[in-house]
């Protein structure tokens, strides 16, 4: 077994993450990179920035050791019914002086695999948009929402933004002094906190501000929200309350009342102690009382464990799980 490596990688639309392990749980290299989902940035881009983050990680290593690797990837089934963009990945795999077989993985089954080695459970994710997905047998099978920021991702980073701006808006139409909240959100996307004269001209400034962006930038204002929740804040902390019902609303979709089985929570809202990953954990807690939560860890090491575990020399994937990947901080 100490011969043998493998290779997991956690591609999302920021950056892109390597890494190589003994089945030892030595850690060989590490590798990063710009974002590689094809969806996001086109296949042969994010087949450019796979092959930075693999040789990154596999400088000093012989690759021959690596006897398989996991892809972990938000919309891995677009990739796998694209034969280019799959042609795209197998020759970055190649170019990396891989010949091992590798798998490409759903980034919520990864997410899931990083908190947890049980076989069956739930993990939910909230970033910039939000997800729940039903873990069977180590395999997705049922998923809720992560419907995109017109239809769904109620929330989300996304959805904490939009809000936050609809409730300055209503504020301004009520020729309301905006609170705490809404001058923050004033100054990002104006400039300054100042109302003018007459607020429908803050409004329509406003307006454009946001609608001259991409929506999905509105996700950018959901750290406002979160450090205003921190300061207690009104508006703040009542958003931060609905977006933890709607989270956990999306979850019970899938997910059967009174199960015992791990929630896995993933995405840099609902990691790392914000307010919202506190409200969360309540309300799955409240919902689910004898469910373990598990904060989502390293995604790239959870990746290079979904490829150990059908290695023939691996007899127990369940202990070898937390030898590859770390607990989460």
Known sequence: MSDTLVVGLDVGGTSTRAVALALTGERLGVGRA????????????????????LRQALAGVDAERVRAGTIGLAGAGRLLADPAGRDAFDRAWRDAGLRCPYAVHGDALVAYASGTAGPDGTVLIAGTGGIAAQVVGLRLDRVADGHGWLLGDAGSGFWLGREAVRRLLA????????????????????????????????????????????????ARLAPLVVAAAVEAEPVATGLVAEAA?????????????????????????????????????????????????????????AAAWLAARDLPEVTDPAALHPLLVPPAA
């Open 34 to 53: 710009g974002g590689g989902n094809p969806t996001s940035h086109g296949t042969e881009r994010a087949a450019g920035e796979l092959l930075a983050a």
């Open 171 to 218: 504020d301004l139409d009520r020729a309301q002094t905006p609170g705490p909240l809404g001058a923050r959100v004033l100054t990002e996307l104006l400039g300054s906190d100042r109302v003018a004269a007459r607020p429908r001209d803050t409004v329509d400034a406003l307006v454009q501000a946001v609608t001259r962006r991409p929506p999905i930038e509105l």
């Open 245 to 301: 019902d709607h989270l956990a609303g999306t979850a019970a979709r899938i997910r059967p009342p009174g199960s015992a089985e791990p929630l896995v929570l993933g995405g840099g809202l609902l990691t790392g102690g914000t307010p919202l990953a506190a409200a969360v954990a309540a309300e799955l807690t409240r919902r689910w009382p004898d469910a373990p939560l598990r904060p989502a860890g390293d995604g790239a090491a």
